[in-house]
């Protein structure tokens, strides 16, 4: 099993509940086709500080260019490969590749052929 898929049915654990990720359906993202998130970590579990998804971008789709005017947001490339334009500047996703959007940074990535699989974080929680 790939890191990706250990991720898919891994599991949260917190002192007083574990949550499995199995469990967590994915939903598309409500603007981007081809986009999908699996939320994590949410607000109600941070008292709003951060929020934790799995992203998963099918071959060839974007996450169009965009601006979150207040978090933070950082992708952990986990499989797949594509490519990110980041304040102007195109970095190459690949595993193993970490990104930092700073607040009201324009960027959008856009998935290579096998399509792109990653983490996303946002400081303060984004849902």
């Known amino acids: 099993m790939d890191t990706f898929e250990l991720f898919n049915v891994g599991k949260l654990v917190l002192p007083e509940k574990e949550v499995d990720f199995a469990e967590i359906e994915w939903s598309k993202h409500p603007t981007f086709k081809g ?23 099918a071959p060839g789709c974007s996450i169009l260019n965009h601006i979150h005017e207040t978090q933070l947001e950082t992708h952990e490339v986990i499989r797949g490969v594509g490519r990110c334009v980041n304040a102007g500047n195109m970095i190459s996703y690949e595993p193993g590749t970490i990104s930092i959007m700073q607040a009201g940074t324009a960027h959008e990535v856009t998935a290579g052929s096998e399509g792109l699989y990653l983490f996303a974080k946002f400081i303060p929680a984004l849902c």
Do not use: Q
Not at 35 to 57: C, P, W
């Open 35 to 57: 986009v999908e998130l699996k939320h994590i970590i949410t607000a109600k579990d941070t008292d709003g500080k951060f929020s934790y998804h799995l992203v998963r971008i």
